[in-house]
Structures are given as structure tokens and as C-alpha cells.
């Protein structure tokens, strides 16, 4: 049985940093696309940063230079580091996995909040 963890959400002032962990079980975790997604308030989830099983990165516009995701498979965890945060990332995360792609994952955490202040 799958399960993904999100840990270290919480409240920060614009430009501030966070640091999100995701820990994995119950599956191969180095073979499963791995991605993090947001959902604000008042608007639809969107995806934030993919890492595929061949380590290919791929992020929003709206976060590049800004986010880096990473992973320690010895872990069995996805990291997202969130650098200069702004108001707008403000939201609850998710992290997310996928055998064959995370453009639509199947498996899901239960998100962790973040909120950037002004």
C-alpha cells in the first residue's frame, strides 16, 4: 500500500524559506515519478515541480529559480526547497506519486499547509 507523508509546512514572511519533506512506503521509490502540488484558496490545484525516475526535474513558471525539488532515495524522501516565498505560494501542499507519470499521480499525501504573510 502506497503512502506518501508531507512534513514542514507553516507560517513565514514573504521572502522567507521552507523546506517540505514527503517520506514514501510501500512501493519501489526510486521508479515512481514523484511531484508537489499546491491548491490556494479559491483556486484549482496546480502542479509545482516534477523529479521522474530518470531524475528529470520540471517546475511551474511561477516558482522556477525559486523552488528546488530533491530526493534521498537511501530515504525513501522528496524534498521541496522554497526559497524568496511570496504571498502567493501560499497554499496547502501536496506531494504526489505515479509509476507511469505524475501528470495525473494516483497517489496522494495529505498535505501540508503553507502560508506566506505580506
Known amino acids: 500500500q502506497v503512502q506518501l507523508v508531507e512534513s514542514g509546512g507553516g507560517s513565514v514572511q514573504a521572502g522567507g524559506s521552507l523546506r517540505l519533506s514527503c517520506t514514501a512506503s510501500?512501493?519501489?521509490?526510486?521508479?515512481?515519478?514523484m511531484a508537489w502540488f499546491r491548491q490556494s484558496p479559491g483556486k484549482e490545484r496546480e502542479g509545482v515541480a516534477t523529479l521522474n525516475s530518470y531524475g528529470l526535474r520540471s517546475y511551474a513558471d511561477s516558482v522556477k529559480g525559486r523552488f528546488t525539488i530533491s530526493q534521498d532515495n537511501a530515504k525513501n524522501t522528496l524534498y521541496l526547497q522554497m526559497n524568496s516565498l511570496k504571498p502567493e505560494d501560499t497554499g496547502m501542499y501536496y506531494c504526489a506519486a505515479d509509476r507511469t507519470g505524475c501528470v495525473r499521480p494516483n497517489y496522494w499525501g495529505q498535505g501540508t499547509q503553507v502560508t506566506v504573510s505580506s
Open positions: 510501500g512501493y519501489t521509490y526510486s521508479t515512481y515519478c
